[in-house]
């Protein structure tokens, strides 16, 4: 399985940036779908993620900024952050969780996303 993310890229305080990540295998065949992000020197947190079964997930801290959709043709989920701050400046990684896994277990490479204030 691959996830290719991308979108990444450099933009000011309350811009907007959208990634993309496009698995290589059906989306609906993962548990859930998800972002994470890692700023330096911090630990990697789940952004925003959604399961199969329908449920959304939202870090709370991003919550009204942040939106996760998927398009199921494309088998590609996209992560909308709106009104971006400093502190969203990190990698960011799309990850999937095989049915029965307790841990995400596939990983993109990760794009980085630089907000400046």
């Known amino acids: 399985v691959q996830l290719q993310a991308s979108g990444g890229g450099l933009v000011q305080t309350g811009g907007s940036l959208r990634l993309s990540c496009r698995s290589s295998?059906?989306?609906?065949?993962?548990?859930?779908v998800g972002w994470y992000r890692q700023a330096p020197g911090k630990q990697r947190e789940l952004v925003a993620a959604?399961?199969?079964?329908?449920?959304?997930y939202y870090a709370d801290s991003l919550k009204g900024r942040f939106t996760i959709s998927r398009d199921i043709m494309k088998n590609t989920v996209y992560l909308q952050m709106d009104s971006l701050k400093p502190e969203d400046t990190a990698v960011y990684y799309c990850?999937?969780?095989?049915?029965?896994?307790?841990?995400?277990?596939?990983w993109g490479q990760g794009t980085q996303v630089t907000v400046s204030s």
């Open positions: 295998r059906n989306i609906f065949s993962f548990e859930a």
């Open positions: 990850a999937a969780k095989q049915i029965g896994q307790m841990r995400y277990d596939y």
């Open positions: 959604f399961t199969t079964g329908g449920t959304t």
